[in-house]
């Protein structure tokens, strides 16, 4: 779903609990909504560089806007 993460919390557990989102079931209850939105964390390029130090990170894009980064290492 676009832009998920940017919607508020209370909204994003509603939605998970009426869809099926992704990897994610449709929930029959708030707390494991709220656990699943809650457990969910995007991370930053600096992040994923200390997770990865040795990896290179490739910023893919759609429309001139990062939309992910890759980290590989190896395939030079």
């Given at each position: 779903m676009p832009f998920f993460h940017w919607l508020p919390v209370k909204f994003r557990v509603w939605l998970l609990m009426k869809l099926n989102l992704g990897w994610f079931p449709k929930q029959k209850n708030m707390t494991d909504a709220e656990?699943?939105?809650n457990?969910?964390?995007l991370l930053k390029k600096k992040e994923l560089k200390i997770l990865f130090p040795e990896a290179k990170i490739f910023n893919e894009k759609f429309l001139f806007l990062n939309k992910?980064?890759?980290a590989y290492f190896g395939w030079d």
């Open positions: 656990e699943i939105i457990s969910i964390k992910s980064f890759v």
